[in-house]
């Protein structure tokens, strides 16, 4: 069974600071990796992709991928209440699938 | 990024009747479909994968006869809950692909349909 393991959370931050969501897999041999942002009762939305170490920036985004350690984050700078959601790492498992697996997401919540 | 329009977005049913729900991606042609559902306060689970002209695969624990799944365009994939009862009440969302796999194929889901049965 392939995992993709998140801390569901809450993750509580004040506003302006930056939030660190994590995602560890279990599959060495995955290549892409994707974050989504959930709003509840709302479908998910794509807000990154990776598939090389090190970090990918996209405005206040950065996803960082570690494959020797199995893991992906997604950094969130100046964090605004409006970045509050579930956020859901998918990773593309090895072996030739092309189901993702979804980890089951973390919820952050950014306060005033 | 690609846009996935779903149809109905809310629908409320008498327990016993069928529902269709329909998936289109709008600026793309969509190889891969997949159908999802989503309980409250849960994560995602998915229940399908189609490919356009074949057969849906089914996840484990899904009944394909309850769940009835049509790709038959590059654009267009359907989703018939027949004979739905309240433990059918979810919200489904739908996802879409261009490619069939690998580096770069992100998927993009639908606005979800949330499926009330009476």
């Known amino acids: 069974q392939k995992e993709v393991e998140q801390n569901s959370g809450p993750l509580s931050v004040p506003e302006g600071a930056i939030a660190s969501l994590n995602c560890t897999y279990s599959d060495r041999g995955s290549q892409s990796f994707f974050w989504y942002r959930q709003y509840s009762g709302k479908s998910p939305e794509l807000i990154m992709s990776i598939y090389s170490n090190g970090d990918k920036e996209d405005g206040r985004f950065t996803a960082q991928l570690n494959k020797a350690s199995q893991y992906v984050s997604l950094l969130i700078r100046d964090s605004q209440p409006s970045d509050s959601a579930t956020y859901l790492c998918a990773v593309y498992p090895s072996g030739g699938s092309y189901i993702p697996t979804f980890g089951r997401g973390t919820s952050l919540i950014v306060h005033p | 990024g690609a846009v996935v329009s779903q149809h109905p977005s809310r629908v409320i049913c008498k327990s016993g009747t069928s529902v269709k729900i329909e998936c289109r991606s709008l600026?793309?042609?969509?190889?891969?479909m997949f159908w999802y559902r989503q309980f409250p306060k849960k994560s995602l689970m998915l229940m399908a994968t189609s490919n356009e002209g074949s057969k849906a695969t089914y996840e484990q624990g899904v009944e394909k006869d309850k769940f009835l799944i049509n790709h038959a365009s590059l654009t267009l994939s359907t989703l018939t809950v027949t004979s739905a009862h309240p433990e059918d009440s979810s919200f489904y969302i739908c996802?879409?692909?261009?490619?069939?796999?690998?580096?770069?194929?992100?998927?993009?889901f639908g606005p979800g349909t949330r499926l009330t049965v009476l």
């Open positions: 996802s879409a692909r261009e490619g069939l796999a690998g580096v770069g194929d992100e998927q993009f």
């Open positions: 600026d793309f042609q969509a190889t891969t």
